[in-house]
């Protein structure tokens, strides 16, 4: 069985949240700081951002545990300008708008109490995503529908080499399905689906205390690519279509570098950089068994994109003994190139603004609300694609995170 590359994600949109398909929000603390939250954190989720710094989480003797779900609401893209029929590849007059969109998604920390040097967690993510749907002509000619699902579990460790160093390692666990659709009526029609094994990765972490109030952390995230393999169902002309395929979905590796710095005991301020390496992603490679279908859809569509670099900072400021404040702002580069750019994921460089609150009722319950709001920039393509003629805008999303954590 063929092999084919496919670009979707979870159920989620990638112009949610970060460029191209990455879901960095995974806790009330990273979407109320614009995931600016990472060298500074401080609770359950440090299992999932900072796995070296588990060991200087307070309550050491105490497990820590947060469960919450993500609301998100995508209000419809629109597309001004022409776009390629699929079939004569002559450009055409194609304004349209995507289907809005909205989604709730769970997710899990867990920190074990501390050991000697030793301290484990385990979280379940959903750290990256797609879902697209267009309704017009052209645009659903390449991209009906792009779907995929995604569940990853992660089990880390962290082990403090001394008082100011420690280090921190984990196995990431991911299972994914996934449905992709497009048509170009009379011609042709695919429904594809399918589903994936659990597929493996790792994590590496370090982190520094220069003083109490000032750490620096770092975090590599492996590739990791799910084959997903599933059947395809439709037409093309009078010839029914009926055949399996394989789809591999690549995940790309990631690098942070992180500082946090806390004033006056109350206030701490978290600077993120990070970079995606989106470059992995060079072509678009969808291959059926059925060689009739191959030889007419399963034609290598050049991708070529590159890395993408983040900028993120974060506040977060504790009222009183009650309540937490938390801020966030967040500069997004695109991976896309222009000459590539197709409706299946219709993206630009971004802003991100969050802000949230973390409420203790009492010294072991913490429940945590957060907004985080994304406007991508306007995105001209013009004369260098080859299906796409025309601007992209109201690239925007809203989401909320509620959350609720317990130390016992």
Same mark, same amino acid.
């Given at each position: 069985?063929?092999?084919?590359?496919?670009?979707?994600g979870i159920? $989620?949109?990638?112009?949610?949240?970060?460029?191209?398909?990455? $879901?960095?929000?995974?806790?009330?603390?990273?979407?109320?700081?614009?995931?600016?939250?990472?060298?500074?954190?401080?609770?359950?989720?440090?299992?999932?951002?900072? +796995?070296?710094?588990?060991?200087?989480?307070?309550?050491?003797?105490n497990?820590?545990? *947060?469960?919450?779900?993500?609301?998100?609401?995508?209000?419809?893209?629109?597309?001004?300008?022409?776009?390629?029929?699929? =079939?004569?590849?002559?450009f055409?007059?194609? &304004?349209?708008?995507?289907?809005?969109? *909205?989604?709730?998604?769970?997710?899990f920390?867990?920190?074990? +109490?501390?050991?000697?040097?030793?301290?484990?967690?385990?979280?379940?993510?959903?750290p990256?995503?797609?879902?697209?749907?267009?309704?017009?002509?052209?645009?659903r000619?390449?991209?009906? *529908?792009?779907?995929?699902?995604?569940?990853?579990?992660?089990?880390?460790?962290?082990?403090? #080499?001394?008082?100011?160093?420690?280090?921190?390692?984990? =196995?990431?666990?991911l299972?994914?399905?996934?449905?992709?659709?497009?048509?170009?009526?009379? =011609?042709?029609?695919?429904?594809? &689906?399918?589903?994936?094994?659990?597929?493996?990765?790792?994590?590496?972490?370090?982190?520094?205390?220069?003083?109490?109030n000032?750490?620096?952390?770092?975090?590599?995230?492996?590739? @990791?690519?799910?084959? @997903?393999?599933?059947m395809?169902?439709?037409?093309?002309?009078s010839? +029914?279509?009926?055949?399996?395929?394989?789809?591999?979905?690549?995940?790309?590796?990631?690098?942070?570098?992180? @500082?946090?710095?806390?004033?006056?005991?109350?206030?701490?301020?978290?600077?993120?950089?990070? $970079?995606?390496?989106?470059?992995?992603?060079?072509?678009?490679?969808?291959?059926?068994?059925?060689p009739?279908v191959?030889? &007419? #859809?399963?034609?290598?569509?050049?991708?070529?994109?590159?890395?993408?670099?983040?900028?993120?900072?974060?506040?977060?400021?504790?009222l009183?003994?009650?309540?937490?404040?938390?801020?966030? $702002?967040?500069?997004? *580069?695109?991976?896309?190139p222009?000459?590539?750019?197709?409706?299946?994921?219709?993206?630009?460089?971004?802003?991100?603004?969050?802000?949230?609150?973390?409420?203790?009722?009492?010294?072991?319950?913490?429940?945590?609300?957060?907004?985080?709001? =994304?406007?991508k920039?306007?995105?001209?393509?013009?004369?260098? &694609?080859?299906?796409?003629?025309?601007?992209f805008?109201?690239?925007?999303?809203?989401?909320?995170?509620?959350?609720?954590?317990?130390?016992?």
């Amino acid at each position: 069985m063929k092999k084919a590359y496919l670009l979707a994600g979870i159920m $989620i949109s990638a112009t949610a949240y970060g460029a191209a398909y990455k $879901i960095p929000e995974q806790s009330t603390r990273a979407m109320g700081t614009a995931a600016a939250y990472f060298a500074g954190a401080d609770s359950a989720d440090t299992a999932y951002y900072n +796995p070296a710094g588990m060991v200087w989480v307070k309550d050491s003797d105490n497990t820590l545990f *947060e469960i919450g779900a993500k609301y998100i609401y995508l209000p419809r893209i629109k597309f001004e300008g022409r776009a390629a029929d699929p =079939v004569t590849r002559v450009f055409y007059p194609s &304004n349209a708008k995507t289907l809005k969109e *909205e989604f709730v998604v769970p997710y899990f920390h867990f920190i074990l +109490p501390a050991g000697d040097r030793f301290r484990f967690g385990f979280s379940f993510v959903t750290p990256y995503g797609l879902s697209k749907r267009w309704s017009a002509d052209y645009q659903r000619g390449t991209a009906e *529908e792009f779907t995929l699902k995604t569940f990853e579990f992660d089990t880390t460790v962290a082990y403090l #080499l001394d008082e100011r160093l420690s280090v921190g390692a984990g =196995v990431r666990a991911l299972y994914a399905t996934g449905e992709i659709k497009y048509r170009r009526e009379p =011609v042709y029609r695919i429904d594809m &689906n399918g589903e994936s094994g659990i597929s493996f990765g790792y994590l590496l972490s370090a982190a520094l205390k220069l003083k109490e109030n000032l750490k620096i952390a770092t975090i590599y995230r492996s590739e @990791i690519k799910p084959d @997903i393999s599933g059947m395809a169902k439709g037409y093309l002309g009078s010839y +029914p279509i009926s055949t399996e395929g394989d789809v591999k979905v690549v995940l790309p590796a990631e690098w942070r570098l992180g @500082i946090s710095y806390t004033y006056n005991k109350r206030t701490t301020f978290d600077l993120t950089y990070e $970079i995606t390496f989106w470059g992995q992603y060079r072509k678009l490679d969808i291959n059926y068994e059925d060689p009739v279908v191959e030889s &007419n #859809l399963g034609k290598v569509k050049e991708k070529n994109w590159h890395d993408s670099k983040t900028v993120r900072l974060g506040i977060k400021h504790e009222l009183n003994e009650k309540f937490t404040a938390l801020a966030g $702002i967040a500069y997004d *580069e695109t991976p896309i190139p222009q000459k590539t750019l197709g409706f299946e994921l219709p993206d630009a460089n971004g802003w991100i603004f969050s802000v949230g609150g973390i409420w203790h009722p009492d010294k072991n319950l913490e429940v945590g609300l957060a907004y985080l709001y =994304v406007e991508k920039i306007d995105r001209y393509v013009d004369g260098q &694609n080859e299906n796409v003629d025309g601007k992209f805008s109201d690239m925007k999303a809203h989401l909320i995170n509620l959350s609720v954590g317990y130390k016992f």
